[in-house]
């Protein structure tokens, strides 16, 4: 789109920042909405919401949007012109949220969205080739217990838990339901590192981790810190004589006198 009048372009300034926009192609609001209403289908364009400088020969008007679903949205029109008889041109129009528009979330790969518990029966979630959490079998690792298994069994793994990875596993479990911050684990008589139903697991995570065997615990089948704890410690006893000697004083018949 062409318009015929014509303008001087303002000296260069040293300082972008601080540029103001050309007056005379500031003035052309009327120019920009009549470019931002074709591109929008003949719709009807909002108010005008200021005009900014790009450079000292073009501006950008701004226009609030009246799209259905785009609210705080706004139509950007730029105009410019190469001063001396050339004539103002519009260079673009396009549609841009504002600072108050509702705008879709950063877009993430869907390997980087799935969480635990989200994987069903039947899916499959590959790891990277350089997963962090992971080293090549081939190599030597530095967990004595894994490598004495590999060897034992004659087979080894393609892949195994990296120093990092094992760091990893810690902090998570460390941080879970069954570690020694918890809820549970604050209120328990005693800890599992003295109960006699705690297995510890093999490797280096064996020094601060292992399972619980208890099938009344919570904890049971889940990998717990040797801190955490719960009521069901093997070793945890309650007296319940005074419990039994207070409801026969409470529910004797015969120590209750009947009134007429």
């Known amino acids: 789109m062409r318009h015929n009048r014509h303008v001087t372009a303002p000296p260069t300034r040293d300082n972008a920042d601080e540029q103001s926009p050309h007056p005379d192609l500031a003035a052309l609001v009327e120019l920009a909405r009549a470019a931002a209403r074709e591109e929008a289908g003949g719709e009807p364009i909002g108010a005008h919401a200021g005009v900014l400088a790009e450079d000292e020969t073009s501006v950008t008007h701004l226009f609030e949007a009246e799209r259905p679903g785009y609210d705080g949205w706004r139509w950007a029109v730029t105009i410019a012109t190469a001063g001396g008889d050339e004539p103002v041109t519009v260079s673009e129009v396009v549609l841009l949220p504002g600072?108050?528009?509702?705008?879709?979330?950063?877009?993430?790969?869907?390997d980087?969205?799935?969480?635990?518990?989200?994987?069903?029966?039947?899916?499959?979630?590959?790891?990277?080739?350089?997963?962090?959490?992971?080293?090549?079998?081939?190599?030597?690792?530095?967990?004595?217990?894994?490598e004495e298994v590999a060897t034992e069994i004659g087979l080894g793994r393609v892949r195994v838990l990296s120093r990092f990875g094992r760091l990893e596993s810690a902090r998570r479990w460390d941080a879970g339901d069954f570690g020694p911050r918890s809820d549970m684990a604050r209120s328990a008589p005693a800890r599992c590192g003295t109960c006699g139903f705690y297995q510890r697991i093999a490797g280096s995570l064996g020094a601060a981790f292992?399972?619980?065997?208890?099938?009344?615990?919570?904890?049971d089948g889940h990998v717990v810190h040797v801190e955490y704890g719960c009521g069901a410690h093997s070793e945890v006893h309650v007296d319940t004589s005074a419990q039994v000697a207070v409801a026969e004083l409470i529910y004797d018949d015969a120590e209750l006198d009947v009134q007429p």
């Open 112 to 146: 980087k969205r799935v969480r635990a518990g989200d994987l069903g029966v039947g899916d499959l979630m590959p790891t990277e080739a350089g997963d962090p959490r992971l080293a090549p079998g081939y190599l030597a690792c530095d967990d004595l217990a894994v």
């Open 210 to 219: 292992g399972v619980c065997a208890n099938e009344i615990a919570p904890a």
């Open 99 to 110: 600072p108050d528009a509702l705008i879709a979330p950063q877009w993430v790969p869907w």
